[in-house]
Structure formats: C-alpha cells, structure tokens
C-alpha cells in the first residue's frame, strides 16, 4: 500500500512510498482510509521526524471486516490514532 512518510531527501521533508499492508493488533480493526486531515502538529513533528515515521492522526473511511458484535464489513467509520493514517 501507499503512505506518506518522512524522508529528510524529499521536498517538505514528507514521500509518498510503499509500506506494508499494517497487521492489526487485538481489539484494533483495519480502515480503508479515505480522507485525513493534517493537522499543525503533524507539520511540526515533519521538520525533525525520522525517516520512515508515518505521520496521520485524524481519519475516515471504510471498515475492511467486520467486528464482532459490532460493525460490518464497509461501515463507515471516523477514528484517531497516533500515526500511520496519511496512507491508503
């Protein structure tokens, strides 16, 4: 999949590169993201990121599977994490 990642060689400090597919964690799910927002923190955390960090806290987008006695499998969803969701 395609990510946003600090590279200190590109222009801003940020790439688009190809990372892989994240294993989900118990209790967390995967999204299909398909809007994030990009906040002044984020920015500011760039300019001295290591790189290969991937910024990306505020999201929305579809489930990829189901959860058990919960959402389905393309519900909607919005989310906050720390890091990782300026990709697809």
């Known amino acids: ?6 590279d200190s060689s590109a222009p801003g400090r940020i790439a688009v590169r190809d990372v ?4 989900p ?3 967390e799910m995967l999204v299909d993201v ?5 906040n ?4 500011r955390m760039l300019r001295t990121a290591t ?4 910024p990306g806290w505020d999201f929305a987008g579809f489930l990829r599977s189901g959860v058990e006695h919960g959402l389905t499998a393309g519900a909607r969803v919005v ?4 890091g990782g969701s300026w990709a697809e």
């Open 34 to 38: 398909r809007a994030f927002s990009i």
């Open 1 to 6: 999949m395609r990510a946003l990642v600090a």
């Open 20 to 23: 892989p597919e994240p294993v």
């Open 79 to 82: 989310g906050i994490r720390r």
């Open 40 to 43: 002044r923190g984020e920015m």
């Open 51 to 54: 790189d290969g960090w991937r």
């Open 25 to 27: 964690a118990p209790g």
